[in-house]
């Protein structure tokens, strides 16, 4: 990276221009644009990893954008910006899984089987033997909590603090769920 180029901010310094900018009724639409493009990606990766299909993760990760905007004025800076919209796309990820469940009249964990088909399709035949695919398996196959304290400790590295403050949970009861999953993915991995 030379000189010239621009460095990135740090995210507690991308929050605080956030919520200048939506301070101000002027600048408004700049604070929603930062909020998204700031956190888009990372936001989507964390649904899609729960819902596995492209169209549904659009769709809620619109909608958490949708509630995190309406929800904003009342954001209290206690916590950082990306927990907070962590905990909205979780909860909208959980809602929106039991729903699917109920709609279908599915027991609470059979939901597993569509998750899994659509993650099969999505995956070229070549692939269904990589260890990545193999992995995705054993993690649909964990209750949806599980599923979503692995994805966020496995992939995004989240402390278990602020895991804590996403999920309302405690950090020795994340610990011990993570655990729980890590074995099973374990388990399902080496008897594949």
């Given at each position: 990276?030379?000189?010239?180029?621009?460095?990135?901010?740090?995210?507690?310094?991308?929050?605080?221009?956030?919520?200048?900018?939506?301070?101000?009724?002027?600048?408004?639409?700049?604070?929603?644009?930062?909020?998204?493009?700031?956190?888009?990606k990372?936001?989507y990766?964390?649904?899609?990893k729960?819902?596995?299909?492209?169209?549904?993760?659009?769709?809620?990760?619109q909608?958490?954008?949708?509630?995190?905007?309406k929800?904003?004025?009342?954001f209290r800076?206690e916590?950082?910006?990306?927990?907070w919209?962590?905990?909205i796309?979780t909860n909208?990820c959980?809602t929106h899984l039991?729903?699917?469940?109920?709609?279908?009249?599915l027991?609470?964990?059979d939901?597993?089987?569509?998750?899994?088909?659509?993650?099969?399709?999505?995956?070229p035949?070549?692939?269904?033997?990589?260890?990545?695919f193999?992995l995705?398996?054993?993690?649909?196959?964990?209750?949806?909590?599980?599923?979503?304290?692995?994805n966020?400790?496995?992939?995004?590295?989240?402390?278990?603090?602020?895991?804590?403050?996403?999920?309302?949970?405690?950090?020795?009861?994340?610990?011990?769920?993570?655990?729980?999953a890590?074995?099973?993915v374990?388990?399902?991995?080496k008897?594949?």
């Open positions: 990276m030379s000189a010239d180029s621009p460095q990135p901010k740090p995210p507690l310094a991308v929050d605080r221009e956030i919520l200048q900018l939506f301070a101000s009724e002027q600048t408004r639409d700049s604070a929603l644009r930062l909020l998204m493009q700031h956190y888009s990372r936001l990766w964390h649904i899609r729960m819902v596995i299909d492209h169209d549904e993760t659009d769709d809620l990760l909608e958490t954008f949708i509630k995190a905007w929800g904003l004025a009342n800076d916590a950082a910006l990306y927990t919209l962590y905990r796309a909208n959980l039991k729903k699917k469940r109920e709609r279908f009249f027991p609470i964990h939901i597993t089987p569509e998750l899994q088909e659509k993650l099969s399709a999505a995956t035949s070549e692939a269904a033997e990589s260890i990545e193999k995705q398996q054993a993690i649909l196959r964990l209750p949806d909590k599980q599923r979503m304290v692995f966020m400790r496995y992939y995004d590295e989240m402390p278990y603090e602020e895991m804590s403050q996403v999920l309302g949970t405690s950090v020795g009861a994340l610990k011990a769920s993570y655990h729980h890590a074995k099973k374990e388990d399902f991995l008897n594949r």
